[in-house]
């Protein structure tokens, strides 16, 4: 029998939780009516929607109103950036109209981003709003007073995420949180990555927007949220009826709701000890690759100040593409790919001043709930062996 490849690839998406498979499967068959109806139908469905809300909001210290649900993490970071940007009565949008001149809005964000983050702010740029990309060091983190300095009359919003998808930096977002609210400016943060993995509680971080993606916390894809703070507005992207208090038209989909309800309250149970528990198995896998290789393995990303379940390595004198190739037996992502006879590296490495020479190898390995000791033993034994081209 031939055995499955160990997966080491859970900041790509995460197999869906049997608790959450469950609940889903549980409102497939019973709760079938619209949550908008008046009846004893639609009352059951809309009770089983505030309750997923309320599972959302406490995951993250909110309250259940300022949770917004959406079609994904994707869609949750658009309405933020967007949304923000379009509800504003000047700037771009009045150029469209015949107002004022397109240099009045103005959004801030870091060369790292994840292109759900990355991509509307361009979108935003070609309808006229200035644009700053701020950079960040070697380790992936930016630095608050570079936010500061940044931030003008005009900014409209900054977007920073959370943690980094690619090498796991967590970003000063307290500290950006605090900058922005000295000078009234609203802040986003895509937390997709971090849910589940660390503690997150939305009154310490001070944010005024946050993405939640129900695929990186063990709910299906297709799901997700926007935490936007009580007194924050955003202009829908999605118009119709007045669904999600107007935030976001569309009858909701109360079974995926209900699973990333109760993929909330799992995550929530399972802090701190999740953390800990990840932490130990990525440390583990890096000691024993970094113990066979020594400097042929260079490690990307901060190495304190990031998500315990991420380990974005350089296996030098590879390429990650090629590299993985050869590892059928472990399921991961690179940071590089080869087109046409050249190596690519990403963006986020290149952000970091990573030299190609040495990130052209990068691979992420990334951990979570389901992985094993002795997963991590044998991944790493296939790893360095394939390094060492034995």
Known sequence: MTRSPIYLDYNATTPVEPAVADAIALAIRDLWGNPSSSHAYGKTAHEAVEKARAQVAALIGAVPDEIVFTGGGSEASNLAIKGTCLRQPRGFLARLFGGRSPGSSHVITTAVEHPATLQPVEFLRRLGCRVTILSVDRFGLVNPDDVRRAITPRTTLVTVMHSNNEVGTLMPIQEIAAVCR?????????????????????????VDFLTIAGHKLYAPKGVGALFVRRGMTVEPLIHGAGHEKGRRAGTENVPYLVGLGKAAEVAARSLPAATDRLRQLRDRLHDRLKSALGDRLVLNGHPERRLPNTLNVNFVGHVGAEFLEKVPGVAASTGSACHEGKVSQSPVLCAMGIPPEIGRGAVRLSIGRYTTEDEIDCAATILIRAAKNE
């Open 182 to 206: 000295e000078r009234g400016v609203p802040v986003h943060t895509d937390c997709a990555q971090s849910l589940g993995k660390v503690s997150v509680d939305v009154r310490e971080l001070g």
